[in-house]
C-alpha cells in the first residue's frame, strides 16, 4: 500500500538531492564550500523589527493561536504597502490573506482551485512550487518557454486552443527565480487583456518586487485596470527584509479566490505566530531605509559576481533583479548537463550552484547561481572557478570516456 501512494509517485526524483549531498560530504571532509546554491538570504533582519518580536513575545496571551487569514493589524500593513508602492487598493477584509511564506499561498491557492485532471499553464523553467503545487493537488501543467514578450503570450493562448481540457490558469512570475526576468506594465495589461478573453486565472508571484537593480522598480499585475476581476498576487517579506527563516508572505487580489484559499488554509493552520505577525506589521509599516540598504548589497554582490566571473573565463549576464545570476554553463562543459557540471563545481571548485534542471526541463544548460555569500566569498569563488575552468580539458579527459576506434 505504501508503494501506491498517488500523489507521491507524480512527483520526480529531487534533482537537488545529489548535488546537496556532495556539498555535505565535501563539508564533513573539511572543505571550504562556498555555497551559492539555495537562495538562503544570509544578510540579518532590521533590527526594529527583531525588537518589535522580542516586544511582542512578552505580552500575555500572544502565545495562543493565532488567526489564519492573518491578524487584522497586518492585513492593513499589506493594503497600505500596496497603495503606496503600487497605487493599488486592496480592502484587507476581503482580498488579502497572510500566508506562511508565498511558497505555502501558492500550495493551498492550488488545493483550493485545482480538481484532478485540471491543467495550469506555468513558465519554464520557473521556481519549483509553480508547478509542484499542482501536480500535488492532482491538476496538470502545460510547460511554456518562460518569455516577456509576445511570443510568450502567443504561446498562452496556442496552449488553450490546443489542450484539453482548457487551463484553468496561468502562473506569471517576474522578477523571475530562476532567471531573473522581469515584466513591464504593457506586458501585464496584454497578458490581462488575454486572460478575459481565455477565462484564465492569473497567479502572480511578485517576491522579488523590491529586489532590483536598473532603476525602474518591478510592477504589480494588480496595477492593470480590472486584473482584480482575474488576478491573486503572491508576496513575501523573505528577501525584503531578509526574514526567510520567519515564514511570511501574502496573497492579494480578486475576492473570490481569495475567501477559498482563506477557506482552505482555516482547516489546515492558525497563521504564523502572532508575535512574528505583529513585526512583519512593524517592517511594513515603519522605517524602509533598510530596503534600500538591502538592495545595495545585492547590487554589489552582483557587479562582484560578473566582473570577477568574467575574469575567470566564464561570462555571466547580469541579472537585472532578485538575488540570482541565471549562468549559461561554460562552453566546456556543456555537454556534461547542468547536474552533472553542478556536481564537479563542488567536487572541483569548492563551490555550490544550483542546476538548471531543477526549474525544469528548459533549465538544462544553465545554473542558477545564489549571491548570499558576501564581496570576498564571490571573490574566492571566482578564483576557484578560474582554476576549475583552467583544468576543463584534465577534467573532461576523466569525466567522459574516450570513443575507441573500431578495428579494421
Known amino acids: 500500500m505504501i508503494d501506491d501512494l498517488h500523489r507521491i509517485k507524480r512527483l520526480p526524483p529531487y534533482v537537488f538531492a545529489e548535488v546537496n549531498r556532495l556539498k555535505a560530504e565535501a563539508r564533513a571532509r573539511g572543505a571550504d564550500i562556498i555555497d551559492l546554491g539555495m537562495g538562503n538570504p544570509d544578510l540579518p533582519t532590521p533590527q526594529h523589527i527583531v525588537d518589535k518580536l522580542v516586544e511582542t513575545v512578552g505580552k500575555p496571551r500572544t502565545n495562543r493561536y493565532s488567526a489564519s487569514k492573518g491578524i487584522p493589524g497586518l492585513r492593513r500593513a499589506q493594503a497600505a504597502y500596496y497603495e503606496r508602492r503600487f497605487g493599488v487598493t486592496l480592502n484587507p477584509e476581503t482580498q488579502i490573506v497572510a500566508t506562511l511564506g508565498s511558497k505555502e499561498g501558492f500550495a493551498n491557492m492550488a488545493q483550493a482551485i485545482t480538481a484532478p485532471g485540471d491543467v495550469i499553464i506555468a513558465p519554464n523553467p520557473t521556481y519549483p512550487i509553480h ?37 484553468l490558469a496561468i502562473v506569471l512570475s517576474y522578477p523571475s527565480n530562476p532567471t531573473a526576468m522581469v515584466a513591464d506594465l504593457d506586458f501585464y495589461t496584454a497578458a490581462v487583456e488575454l486572460a478575459k478573453k481565455l477565462d484564465l486565472i492569473i497567479l502572480s508571484d511578485l517576491a522579488y518586487s523590491e529586489i532590483y537593480f536598473d532603476g525602474v522598480p518591478p510592477p504589480s499585475v494588480l496595477q492593470v485596470p480590472g486584473a482584480m476581476d482575474v488576478a491573486v498576487e503572491f508576496t513575501s517579506l523573505s528577501k525584503t527584509y531578509s ?155 576523466n569525466v567522459i570516456p574516450i570513443p575507441q576506434k573500431a578495428s579494421r
Open 131 to 167: 508547478e509542484f503545487g499542482f501536480l500535488i493537488s492532482g491538476a496538470s501543467v502545460r510547460h511554456i518557454p518562460a518569455g516577456t514578450g509576445e511570443e510568450f503570450l502567443r504561446a498562452v493562448d496556442r496552449a488553450c486552443r490546443h489542450t484539453i481540457p482548457k487551463p
Open 243 to 397: 526574514m526567510p527563516g520567519w515564514r511570511m508572505g501574502f496573497a492579494v487580489g480578486n475576492e473570490r479566490l481569495i475567501n477559498a484559499l482563506a477557506r482552505v488554509k482555516s482547516y489546515l493552520d492558525y497563521g504564523a505566530f502572532t508575535p512574528i505577525q505583529v513585526a512583519a506589521a512593524a517592517a511594513l509599516n515603519g522605517p524602509q531605509d533598510c530596503i534600500d540598504e538591502v538592495r545595495q548589497i545585492y547590487k554589489r554582490r552582483r557587479d562582484t559576481l560578473v566582473e570577477s566571473f568574467a575574469r575567470a573565463g566564464w561570462n555571466i549576464p547580469p541579472p537585472p533583479a532578485t538575488m540570482f545570476a541565471w549562468a549559461p554553463i561554460p562552453e566546456a562543459f556543456r555537454s556534461l548537463g547542468s547536474v552533472e557540471f553542478a556536481k564537479l563545481m563542488i567536487e572541483k571548485a569548492d563551490v555550490a550552484v544550483s542546476p538548471g534542471l531543477g526549474f525544469g526541463e528548459y533549465g538544462e544548460g544553465f545554473v542558477r547561481i545564489a549571491m548570499v555569500e558576501n564581496e570576498h566569498r564571490i571573490r574566492q569563488a571566482a578564483r576557484n572557478v578560474k582554476k576549475f575552468l583552467a583544468q576543463a580539458p584534465e577534467t573532461m579527459h
